[in-house]
């Protein structure tokens, strides 16, 4: 059977504690936590400076055996500096996450590779991958350019490519380009459905990411052949985002109904 990981945007309302406690009683094996904000005055969740919300964390994952799989986020702009991050890393490696979503915020290749190059390095220590997101809207807009960004960058033993269900159902990405990704690059991959298509506005498609997704099989994604197509040794990280849904039935019911149709579009009872 797959590992589920249940995403932060899919109950994005949940304090640390509270949102493990959820996945747990939901059937998620894991979790990925946004302890950073992914654009300034952005919600998060409180972790690196709450001490007090640390030890109940980590008494949270003991108590229930959920793990950290991931954590968000890192963004590369034309000016970056690694350092930057050190407190989210380190939040990263005392909860034991394998994996951290960085993205791009760089139309220039060369400059991105090279920072994204500096950001693997300074992150061995911590012993978490860097796991770069396309998405269409910004520097790095579909599979391949992920991969020849990775590859620019001299392949860092620590590079990772994330597959986000929507932004290959709206991207030029085919499923012959996710089939020919390195294997060794695949760490997890993030599912959800929406419209698919490229005939999108920038707002549309942010909106939709963030906040207005939809279950698995009620959009026109191919999601059967999406993960037909990457390793079905990943974890999946269901990031299902709908305000108006989840905060009709709460989070737990969302986190439940999410997981649900995941498993039943994929056959995984």
Request: some cysteine; overall charge negative.
């Amino acid at each position: 059977m797959r590992r589920y990981s249940l995403a932060y945007l899919s109950a994005h309302r949940a304090t640390v504690p509270e949102f493990i406690d959820i996945a747990s009683q939901t059937g998620y094996e894991c979790v990925g936590l946004r302890l950073r904000p992914n654009l300034p005055g952005a919600p998060f969740q409180s972790f690196i400076d709450e001490p007090n919300v640390q030890r109940e964390t980590l008494a949270r994952l003991k108590n229930t055996g959920v793990q950290v799989f991931d954590i968000e986020i890192i963004r590369i702009g034309p000016q970056f500096n690694p350092h930057d991050y050190t407190s989210l890393l380190e939040a990263g490696a005392a909860l034991g996450a394998k994996a951290v979503l960085v993205a791009s915020d760089d139309d220039v290749e060369p400059r991105f590779a090279e920072n994204y190059a500096k950001l693997c390095e300074f992150m061995k220590p911590y012993g978490l991958s860097a796991d770069l997101e396309f998405m269409p809207w910004t520097g790095i807009k579909n599979a391949k350019a992920a991969v020849h960004a990775i590859q620019s960058a001299g392949s860092p033993g620590n590079a990772g490519l994330l597959v986000d269900a929507l932004h290959f159902g709206r991207s030029t990405t085919t499923l012959e380009d996710l089939a020919s990704i390195p294997k060794d690059l695949m760490h997890y991959a993030q599912i959800c459905d929406a419209e698919g298509g490229v005939d999108f506005t920038v707002e549309e498609m942010i909106q939709t990411a963030r906040e207005d997704r939809l279950l698995p099989g009620e959009g026109t994604i191919d999601l059967v052949g999406l993960f037909s197509a990457l390793p079905n040794t990943i974890p999946i990280s269901v990031e299902i985002p709908n305000f108006k849904r989840s905060g009709e039935i709460g989070e737990k019911a969302w986190a439940q109904a999410a997981i649900d149709a995941t498993k039943l579009l994929l056959r995984d009872s």
